[in-house]
């Protein structure tokens, strides 16, 4: 089999700067945030309200410094931790539907890590900071990909 693409699994989250010669998004600084995909779209959309496509994200940085600090301002006592967990499908009698033979299946396990404790505080004072520091360095925007 060959692949012709890769999956990435990841997205890391950097202050970045259009470099219009060469047509793509550049980092400015080396500093850089590496989450798994769900735990990215996760503080990007459902803890900050940004708005992001398959592609990721690229948010103008004063505008990301802006809503990140008034967040974790309101936000800044730690969350509880949610504690990692196992669910497992329920047993049952399945027909296989090439042999037509009878056999007993489970359904899908869901694992879930959790999260420690202030996980999202964390996160996002870690991406102000970055911001800040790329801002400083010319960066204009962020951008989670």
Known sequence: MIVNEVIN????????????DK??????SGNDINLSNANMYSLMRNTLGFKGDEAGFHIPIDEFIQTASKWYMRNSEPEPAIPSSIEHGEMRNRTDSQTGQSRIGRGATIINQGKREGYSQEKVLSMIEIAKEGKEKGATHVSAD
């Open 9 to 20: 699994e990841s997205m890391d989250f950097t202050a970045t700067k259009l470099n219009a």
């Open 23 to 28: 047509g793509y998004w550049e980092a400015v």
